[in-house]
């Protein structure tokens, strides 16, 4: 596939009659773009074609047992016809065409000059290291168990275990939209104490990354006025308040604090084969477009799983050399100790190895769940065997009782 | 199915074994709630009692081949987790759920106390009808074939054609972004020159619908300037943008005038069996609450088609007892005059008849393409055929020998 800088190129897999593809790439081009083309005069064609949507390849994959065949069709906008924001890229390319049937949206290729023009992190990996001062090893994130319903001093308390454990960073639960016990606002200025007494007795910085919630005409400032309190990062449901809010965030100076992109609601996406967006569009490419420091998405290893493949090409995408800062992923769901060595395997040492039921659920409490994952961390850093290291540390041993280990 | 005014009622299809659901739903019910239940001690249950969700159903619909069953799971989460914005709501029903691998979002239960919370359309269908002054028969809507490329001049005179034929409402291509050779509030000052010049010859009121596009962070002000400007309504991307953006829009008594969401993006949410969220979910329940005046979304009836079922339920939840007032339903694609018949019979009085290449594409231009849907307009309020009714218009004649007809 050929494609110059001009172009925005989008593939998508259809499945269709043969004969129709040609025609049905010529619709697409010219229908997402200028409208038509052929009963327009010479003149006007002249005029328009810088705005006009070309054909850039059509490959057939598979031939299908009803006689119609699995083919990807690649389509080039030009960039002059959308902002360098992600609803207006979005909407051309998959706007309409996201309801023509049997159709998803694999991949895209956007010119460098056209993604330079998006802020992506703002931080990045190397940033989030820098804050947290921690360069020689993956980080640990430790997911609150419970939030809603939980009064300020028993979220001070979980706080507490899981960054004397040895948590680099804890996270909100991303359902917790409840203020009336405790606030986002109210939750940054505790922890913070909460920080600086465990910081005090194990040394270690550990960033509280606060849910952003409210109206969306009301995020900006309340993330500037988090960061200003104390906030360790942002968390942001970036697929359910929209991903120019991501990016509006990313472009905001005074919003001073690492940006965490939860794939929340992003499954109704990418989830169904052959329709939606693919997962490495959604996590690799446009939350890392949009600013994302760090990319929760669903690990190969648990039951919330993403296909291998899928999943390498988001990790991919997360670090491709594209003018912007590359993005720290954090593969989720079914995450424990005894995956740390596949982690690293499989993510390199720049991964955060994040887990909620693989902390609070260790037989001794989230500080030995989150101390068992350390010693795993150190472990696999050092060229340890996860069952060597475990003779040294007590929870990593009970760790490894309780689910096991599966060495690279 | 029982349910009480504490709980949003949220019911999903699944595929799984028999002896699983149960687990499975209980697991719903407690990780997007509370996190965990059972080894809590009492004390503490009591206190996150109001927290917790709740199994309200499990039906099993279907015995599948493999042995499995297709099955409803009905689970309810206590209003008080969330505030009344979509994201909130959504995140929590359907955002971590959404990738537990083959899971539908099928249908959404709100309290009436809940869903009273969300502003709902300010206009809804009788407003939209008050600020045309057309009481008595279905809108005309015309799109514009082609917007980016062409210059103002262009424009204009494209609009001034559909509306001297009659369309009540002329919208933008929800593609147009570029805004290098007519900008939004350009295109609103221009149009609405042109329209004081067409309701002077045709007695007739038209509203513009202009694409609401720009960074998220402007879009309540440049909603404001627009409806200022004399802009007749707004047209918004608002799967693009994210659906909190339509209910702040709706909420802001500044934006004076009706909001009209556009599907985009929308199909790769509701297109695939048994994945993702239902269209009437998103366009029936979400655009509602949000604020749509008016929801364009895919007819039964083109080749962007939404099944009929579905669409059916689309309608339903537009027009529903719930409180806020109710949407315009605008449904699209493949509509040409000839439909116009089926359209009331399956939608009523209270239908926009929104149209592009069943007016552009009129043999004789979009003036007589827009005059031959108004003549079965009100060829099907008098209640007289559409072959009768060209008998006395040239265009309709016209319309029915390249399209037909298909009469209720
Ligand atoms: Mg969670
Ligand atoms: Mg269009």
Redesign the interface.
Known sequence: MTADDRFVVATYVVEDEEKQLRKRADGIAIG?????WTDLPAATQE??R???GRVEDITVEERLPDGRVRARIAIGYPV????A????L???V?????????IR?AGLHLPASFARAFPGPKFGAAGVRQVLGVHDRPLLMSI???????PMDELVAAFTEQALGGADLIKD???F??E?LASPEDRVRAYREAARRTEAETGQRVLYAVNL?????EL?DRARRLAELGAGALLI?AF??????L??LAEDPEVSVPLMA????????Y??P????SASVLFGQLLRLGGADIVIY?SPYG??T?EAEESGQVLHHLRADNGLKPALPAPS?GIHPGLVPLLVRDYGMDVIVNAGGGIHGHPGGARAGARAFMAAIRAVVAGRSLREAAEDSPELAAAIQQWGVREA
């Open positions: 997402l773009t200028v409208g038509s005029r328009m810088p705005y006009c002059v016809n959308f902002p924001r992600i609803p207006a979005l909407t051309t998959f706007g309409k065409l996201s309801m023509d049937g049997k949206l609150f168990k419970s939030c809603i319903g939980l639960d991303e359902i939209f409840n009336s919630t409210g109206p969306v005409t900006r449901n359910a308040y929209g991903l120019d809010v990016q509006a939860h794939p929340a609601v992003a499954g109704a996406m989830a169904a052959g329709y939606g967006i669903p039951t919330v993403l769901a």
